[in-house]
């Protein structure tokens, strides 16, 4: 009997048994204990994160106060949004932030993974600091950054800039800042977890890449381009999609510093969802806002198939 | 070894399935208790000592033995905008909750709480309310859905006695105009490096504050014609000079300080800390600053929002008793009793005023903070000559605003679309304190725009 010919006859077998049959054995291999297994973490899935998510695609087509019968709208809810004059301040800030992060954050955990696995002493000391701000709550990190951001000559960063002749600067009350300000912020507080990846992916580039690179002569930049970057090439795109995800979804930072503003220099896509569901209209806007939610769920699902339909080549 | 596998995998599945059962809601009409009817109220903020908890209790005892057929429970609560709209949402307020006026017409008109015009009469002096802020219950169809309950205020200003001091002002004679208030900005702010004058611009407040000012120079966010439909009118005369002045004392004098975020709660906090030598918020909020803020009453001073040009008045606020829309006629029912108990007996007699000021006393929260009348003047004053013996706050420092506030005009709040029309205002006031090249007119055509486009959608 050629090996090949097994499965065949084996599939043929289970499609010719009779379903109680085909219970039985699926029974006796544990297929019920699997599902027992896993039925706590379907329902909670399903109930907690599925469930929601139909719910909100349906309420995206209706009017609905939660309390009152809802109505059917059509499209109402997606022109609404569509025709909102924040809109396009909100895209454009988001974008901007997207952008600002990149700029700022993305290079920042490299460089600095780079540094650290560089130092032979004391990685566990530079590594357990650089994620210490991923372990503080977030709320309390950005009202310690609101404390530090005080607008006035007497504020923590303008005095400290102001000992080398910078300042006073206006932070969070200028709408030029206002954004930079919160990307700062943002990067202090999530860089950790990006430098820990970034060296995790670094201690596992051989070292006989850098032995062989410094025989032929490379210095520290020639090593980084040539053999530390080529090597992180998967990690960086995969880091580069969940921040470009993460910054599109920004809602913590400009809803606890800024409120949006200053004149809606910090309004974001998220800030605007959360304003139509729980700000000025009292939790009456569920449609726009699950319409809006829906709208940025399939930008960043074609986004993200682009993306990787476009550096499947590169990555490898 | 896979029989105890099996085992453990039933068990964690029916304990899951157990889980879910427990977390099912109660049903509050249940009779359980001998028949009774179940009413759901709000009792005291979290964190009330033991002794009001007690108070508390007695009152509760005391509401069941005059109505042996209903079961009262309360449930701590504290008004917050984040978790109002989801508890809303979701069902999990009490049958009898607080609203604050500014929130009162669009919870209306979202269909939000329960219609009790039929049941008015119940209410004490047969519900012959304050028209003025019974209005902040009533939907555009005139029917009252909500009840005037607790802390009704006109907008006062705020002023720190002791910077007044520093910078050679007299604090018992307040700014009563507006170049007043701007000249003692400025002697502040000169004399001492703090904010002269600080303004609330985020969170819908910036637009609630500057509708304030627009009120006190005789301006209106809304006008409502003759069928009811209401037209924005943020771009009014009085608003512009409200945005004007701000403008001066923020980029001519520099008197505003160097923080534009502020919000209710942030610059209460400011203000207790002596970071503010003026602001305007409800003449209710001494509380606030001093419960929550720690503000030493000394330093207090309040007077009137100066009143300037025909037609001018003082935005009024509150709290009001709203009942879930979901309650039927039996629960509706005895949700006014409990009502009228509670919140309105101590403008009816003198032991229900003692109660319920006895609760704030064991609290700890100042008594005697100036109030507006629920009822009428009358019933007002019986209540405060009750409660004489438990004020514990500087009256004397208040005298500037409660001994006018009684012959000012109270202005109701823009009626439809309230919070959107605050929430439109708020990016334009934020705009003229952190921007110096800020385009008045222009800000104030976008923010009418968007503040129309909601008020459409609204009585659409």
């Given amino acids: 009997m050629k090996r090949s010919e097994q499965p065949v006859r084996d599939a043929a077998t289970v499609s010719q048994t009779r379903l109680p049959e085909r219970f039985k054995l699926w029974f006796r291999k544990g297929g019920l204990s699997a599902l027992l297994f896993a039925l706590p973490i379907i329902v909670v899935f399903g109930g907690f994160s599925w469930w929601p998510i139909l719910r909100a695609m349906v309420m995206a087509f209706q009017d609905t106060n939660l309390i009152g019968d809802a109505t059917w709208v059509g499209l109402d809810n997606f022109r609404w949004v569509l025709t909102d004059p924040d809109f396009p301040k909100a895209l454009r800030n988001t974008g901007y932030f997207a952008l600002l992060a990149l700029i700022i954050g993305f290079p920042i955990p490299l460089i600095g993974a780079v540094l650290m696995s560089e130092v032979k002493k004391l990685r566990g000391l530079f590594s357990v600091l650089a994620y210490l701000p991923v372990v503080i709550p977030p709320v309390v990190s950005v009202l310690l950054w609101k404390f530090f951001y005080d607008g006035a000559r007497t504020g923590v960063f303008n005095t400290l800039l102001g000992h080398i002749g910078l300042g006073p600067f206006p932070w969070l009350n200028d709408k030029h800042w206002a954004m930079p300000s919160l990307v700062l912020a943002a990067t202090w507080a999530g860089a950790g977890a990006t430098v820990i990846i970034y060296l995790a992916a670094l201690i596992s580039v051989p070292a006989e890449l850098y032995e062989a690179a410094e025989l032929d002569g490379a210095g520290i930049w020639r090593k980084i381009w040539h053999v530390t970057?080529?090597?992180?090439?998967?990690?960086?795109?995969?880091?580069?999609?969940?921040?470009?995800?993460?910054?599109?979804?920004?809602?913590?930072?400009?809803?606890?510093?800024?409120?949006?503003?200053?004149?809606?220099?910090?309004?974001?896509?998220?800030?605007?969802?959360?304003?139509?569901?729980?700000?000025?209209?009292?939790?009456?806007?569920?449609?726009?806002?699950?319409?809006?939610?829906?709208?940025?769920?399939?930008?960043?699902?074609?986004?993200?198939?682009?993306?990787f339909r476009l550096t499947r080549g590169w990555s490898q | 070894m896979k029989t105890y596998i099996k085992g453990l995998a039933v068990v964690g599945a029916l304990s899951l399935a157990v889980s879910f059962a427990a977390c099912s809601p109660a049903n509050n009409d249940d009779p359980g208790d001998s028949g009774k009817l179940n009413l759901t109220v709000v009792g005291l903020l979290p964190g009330s000592t033991e002794e009001a908890y007690a108070r508390l209790a007695e009152q509760v005892a005391d509401f069941e033995k005059s109505n042996p057929d209903i079961k009262v429970t309360t449930v701590d609560y504290e008004w917050k905008a984040t978790t109002f709209a989801a508890d809303l949402a979701g069902g999990t307020l009490p049958d009898v909750f607080e609203i604050p006026f500014t929130d009162g017409k669009t919870l209306i008109a979202n269909n939000q709480i329960a219609n009790v015009n039929d049941l008015l009469a119940e209410f004490p002096y047969k519900g012959a309310f304050n028209e003025g802020v019974l209005q902040y219950g009533k939907g555009s169809d005139g029917q009252v859905y909500a009840i005037p309950a607790k802390s009704i205020y006109g907008v006062g200003l705020h002023y720190n006695r002791d910077l007044f001091t520093q910078?050679?002002?007299?604090?018992?004679?307040?700014?009563?105009?507006?170049?007043?208030?701007?000249?003692?900005?400025?002697?502040?702010?000169?004399?001492?490096?703090?904010?002269?004058?600080?303004?609330?611009?985020?969170?819908?407040?910036?637009g609630w504050q500057i509708t304030v000012d627009t009120y006190a120079r005789g301006g209106r966010m809304e006008t409502v014609d003759a069928d009811g439909k209401a037209t924005a009118t943020l771009d009014n005369d009085a608003t512009k000079a409200s945005l004007e002045f701000l403008k001066e004392l923020r980029w001519t004098d520099n008197s505003m300080g160097a923080n534009f975020t502020y919000d209710w709660g942030s610059i209460n906090q400011a203000f207790a800390a002596g970071q503010c030598g003026m602001y305007t918020s409800g003449?209710?909020?001494?509380?606030?600053?001093?419960?929550a803020n720690g503000m030493s009453p000394d330093i207090y001073g309040l007077a009137m929002v100066p009143l300037e040009g025909a037609d001018s008045g003082v935005l009024g606020g509150g709290t009001l008793a709203a009942i879930s829309v979901n309650a039927d006629d039996a629960t509706k029912a005895a949700a006014v009793k409990w009502i009228s108990y509670f919140y309105l007996g101590r403008y009816v007699d003198q032991a229900g005023a003692v109660a319920y000021t006895e609760i704030a006393v064991a609290n700890?929260?100042?008594?005697?903070?100036?109030?507006?009348?629920?009822?009428?003047?009358?019933?007002?004053?019986?209540?405060?000559?009750?409660?004489?013996?438990?004020?514990?706050?500087?009256?004397?420092?208040?005298?500037?605003?409660?001994?006018?506030?009684?012959?000012?005009?109270?202005?109701?709040?823009?009626?439809?679309?309230?919070?959107?029309?605050?929430?439109?205002?708020?990016?334009?006031?934020?705009?003229?304190?952190?921007?110096?090249?800020a385009d008045i007119d222009a800000l104030l055509a976008e923010a009418n725009v968007a503040a129309q486009r909601e008020i459409d959608r609204a009585q659409s």
């Fill in chain 2, 364 to 437: 700890g929260t100042p008594v005697g903070v100036p109030e507006l009348p629920i009822f009428s003047d009358a019933a007002l004053k019986d209540y405060q000559t009750w409660i004489e013996p438990y004020i514990n706050v500087p009256v004397d420092q208040m005298t500037p605003f409660t001994s006018q506030i009684g012959s000012a005009k109270l202005v109701n709040e823009p009626p439809v679309s309230t919070q959107d029309v605050y929430a439109a205002l708020d990016p334009v006031v934020q705009a003229v304190l952190t921007d110096q090249n």
């Fill in chain 1, 229 to 307: 970057l080529p090597k992180l090439r998967g990690v960086l795109f995969i880091t580069l999609i969940l921040q470009i995800i993460a910054t599109a979804q920004v809602f913590l930072e400009p809803y606890l510093f800024t409120g949006g503003g200053p004149n809606k220099a910090t309004l974001t896509i998220l800030l605007m969802i959360y304003n139509y569901a729980f700000g000025a209209s009292l939790g009456a806007d569920y449609g726009p806002a699950t319409a809006l939610s829906l709208m940025l769920a399939v930008f960043l699902a074609i986004f993200s198939l682009i993306y």
């Fill in chain 2, 283 to 291: 003449q209710d909020v001494y509380v606030n600053l001093v419960d």
């Fill in chain 2, 167 to 206: 910078a050679g002002l007299d604090p018992d004679q307040p700014p009563a105009t507006w170049d007043e208030v701007r000249t003692a900005a400025k002697a502040i702010s000169d004399a001492t490096g703090v904010a002269g004058f600080c303004q609330m611009a985020q969170s819908n407040t910036g």
